[in-house]
């Protein structure tokens, strides 16, 4: 979803500073002198560093993949501009620093110019940023090759990962041997932006005499099989070519389906959290299960589903043709949460939000996995020589995120604007506090869940074998890392 990206940041910047932005004040909360209420205050004295030169780098905030709430050079009349400058500016107040952002400006979501400048400092070592926010799929990588601290380790001081400023839930599920060498903090943005949920067109499904699926999702029935009712009994042939194409009407229009499995609390790998091991998720009845559901969706009657990419893209742009597909006459969508600025804003249908489906109704909660193409991750490069102020300005960026940025995100961009329902709005919460990394997503030692996908519409042997194909390739490369993360200090 690069150029979804690229759009939703032109958006944003267009947006003008709304009202609503503050949270509640708990006991023991300060009012900060730019009105904004210090609800989170990290453990750490305020200190003078003379004015000395603190940098960060990080992907350009203009280009695809940006974070859109690390950087602003002055202040802004866009909701996260405003509050990435009031926290950054309260940051060089408090602790007499400068801020200085290196950016980089790569067109490819890893393995770009940004990964190159690292690598190489591996061996050359020098000590050339103070905060590093690299792609999460780049940061795997390095990781691996010995070029992050264990932010959990106590090698970069005052860093306090229990904090709720740090997404502990996401965070855990990436401590490969109990370390911690990226992180998922408030400061970041795009691991919620793309992860995948489903929008729903509010204004077919009233003009079809159907339920809205809330009373679904909060019942607990909002199953895979409950999906593929509706999906199974709508689509048409609206421009009579007998072709199916973005002019007619589907059940579903997407693209990934990945989010089936992972919606039913299946992963390409998982994470044993007593030993820190990560291992391939075998394969169980249960996913030959799941991929006949989908299976049956998407491989049924010819206007179940739309898949994007199944012919040319309608004005030669994916934005367009998810609009094309889905606006006024198709009843579900499959896309990332982004979809909210720079594709549904633009649509006359009403649209609603959903999490994906459930496995069964004996499943206890939704499960969301979390953008893994999009998302950045917090590290400090084992090069860093000042790792004591390292840590004190990593420490306050985050927690002044949470006080600044995420109640613009949230409040403001996500619920008060955006969300067209007051259930949308819980919806958004739901799916966000059940986000899950898929570590063989991250590390790409098999991506059995993609490979599964792109074996759907080929029918080629059974799902058990291609299973075992992928994953014999994925344990060995899985055995690499493990290796690897043994052998750093």
């Known amino acids: 979803m690069r150029r979804s990206f690229a759009a939703l940041l032109a958006v944003l910047a267009a947006i003008s500073a709304l009202a609503g932005c503050g949270t509640k004040k708990p006991g023991g909360a300060k009012t900060s002198d730019d009105g904004y209420t210090a609800e989170y205050v990290p453990e750490i004295s305020r200190g003078d560093y003379n004015g000395a030169s603190v940098t960060v780098m990080c992907r350009d905030p203009e280009m695809a993949w940006g974070e859109m709430a690390v950087i602003s050079d002055e202040q802004s009349t866009a909701v996260l501009g405003d509050a990435a400058y009031r926290r950054n500016k309260r940051l060089e107040n408090d602790y007499n620093v400068k801020l200085n952002f290196v950016t980089y400006n790569d067109e490819t979501a890893s393995g770009g110019s940004f990964y190159r400048t690292i690598s190489d400092n591996l061996s050359a070592y020098d000590d050339i940023c103070d905060i590093c926010i690299p792609g999460i799929m780049d940061a795997a990588t390095l990781a691996s090759a010995g070029a992050f601290v264990d932010l959990s380790s106590g090698d970069v001081p005052h860093l306090d990962l229990e904090k709720p400023w740090w997404n ?104 044993d959290e007593k030993t820190g091991l990560p291992a391939i998720t075998p394969f169980s009845d249960k996913t030959d299960n799941i991929y006949g559901k989908v299976r049956d969706i998407v491989s049924g009657s010819r206007y179940n589903t739309y898949s994007i990419g199944q012919e040319p893209l309608f004005n030669n742009d994916i934005n367009d043709t998810f609009r ?82 995420s109640p613009a995100f949230y409040d403001t961009l996500l619920t008060n604007r955006y969300a067209q329902d007051e259930e949308s709005k819980r919806m958004i919460s739901l799916v966000i506090d059940t986000e899950i990394f898929d570590l063989d997503q991250i590390f790409k030692w098999g991506t059995i869940l993609e490979r599964l996908q792109l074996s759907l519409s080929s029918g080629a042997g059974s799902v058990a074998t291609l299973y075992a194909r992928y994953a014999a390739a994925a344990e060995a490369k899985l055995r690499e890392t493990i290796d690897s993360y043994s052998q750093l200090k």
Not at 254 to 267: L, R
Not at 360 to 379: F, L, M, P, V, W
Request: with cysteine.
């Open 324 to 405: 094309a597909a889905f606006d006024e006459k198709s009843l579900f969508m499959c896309g990332p949460l982004s979809f909210y600025f720079n594709i549904i804003t633009e649509m006359t249908s009403d649209v609603g939000l959903l999490p994906c489906p459930k496995y069964d109704e004996n499943q206890k909660e939704y499960r969301h996995r979390a953008g893994y193409t999009g998302s950045t991750a917090i590290t400090v490069l084992t090069s860093v020589r000042d790792r004591e102020r390292a840590g004190v300005m990593l420490e306050a960026f985050c927690a002044g995120a949470k006080n600044y940025v």
């Open 168 to 271: 502990k839930t996401l965070n855990d599920s990436m401590r490969i041997l109990n370390r911690q060498y990226f992180a998922i903090s408030d400061a970041l943005l795009n691991d919620k932006l793309d992860t995948y949920v489903m929008f729903f067109n509010k204004t077919l499904f009233a003009d079809s005499k159907l339920d809205a699926p809330y009373t679904l999702v909060d019942s607990g029935e909002w199953t895979i099989d409950a999906f593929a009712k509706i999906v199974k009994s709508y689509g048409s042939d609206l421009n009579g070519n007998g072709t199916p194409d973005y002019e007619d009407a589907y059940g579903l229009v997407g693209m990934i389906y990945d989010v089936f499995y992972v919606g039913s609390g299946i992963t390409g790998a998982y994470l």
